[in-house]
């Protein structure tokens, strides 16, 4: 099939010109395609996790221990049946690379090599190196992977292609945010994710 930009587009819902390497804090959801019902149940106003559920709470975990730029904290986080929250600190990002920076169209200034990047003679694509994008890019492709794995579903889809994330402004917001995810599983019924099969 041919690309055709009239037909073949995504519209970006970040924030335009914002430097999402910028150290900050994040309120990430990320949904399962399809919505489909892969990390366990709601029993009782609480999340019991299947095997595919720990392994989503296991590599989030893990991600802060593999990524110096990140730090997760377990109870800003939670694994819902077809989607999960968390907040993403970004931390130690104020000094630029002194190698491979560039700027971008939009004054963005960032790392030129990703791991999506072409290798020779075009410019760079995909997300900036220990940016928001490129911790969860890196995330669900290895979640997937190992999904598929477990489910012998070799290149199946496990996560919708984008992602919500929202820039935590203040104090009030974090408190909000962390309360909202910590009370997820008790209002289950009321997510705009809950689907009654």
């Known amino acids: 099939m041919k690309y055709d930009p009239g037909k073949h587009h995504r519209r970006s819902i970040r924030l335009e010109g914002y430097d999402y390497t910028k150290n900050g804090a994040y309120f990430v959801t990320m949904c399962t395609y399809k919505r489909e019902f892969l990390f366990g149940n709601i029993v009782d106003r609480k999340m019991l996790l299947n095997e595919l559920g720990k392994l989503i709470c296991d590599e989030w975990l893990r991600s802060a221990v593999i990524r110096d730029e990140i730090e997760l904290f377990e109870n800003e986080f939670v694994v ?11 931390v130690g990002n104020d000094k630029a690379n002194s190698m491979n920076v560039v700027t971008g ?15 020779h003679g075009e410019p760079p694509r995909g997300p900036l190196k ?7 890019a890196g995330f669900k492709s ?21 992602y919500y994330e929202h820039i935590i402004r203040n104090d009030d917001e974090l408190r909000r945010i962390r309360e909202y995810i910590i009370n997820n599983p008790e209002k289950w019924e009321y997510d705009k994710n809950y689907i009654q099969y």
């Open 130 to 136: 220990k940016s928001l994008s490129s911790f969860i």
């Open 105 to 119: 169209d939009n004054g963005v200034t960032g790392v030129g090599a990703t791991g999506r990047s072409p290798l």
């Open 80 to 90: 819902m049946p077809n989607h999960i929250h968390g907040i993403v600190w970004i």
């Open 142 to 162: 290895v979640t997937t992977k190992e999904i598929n794995k477990i489910r012998n579903t070799p290149g199946a889809s496990v996560w919708q292609r984008n």
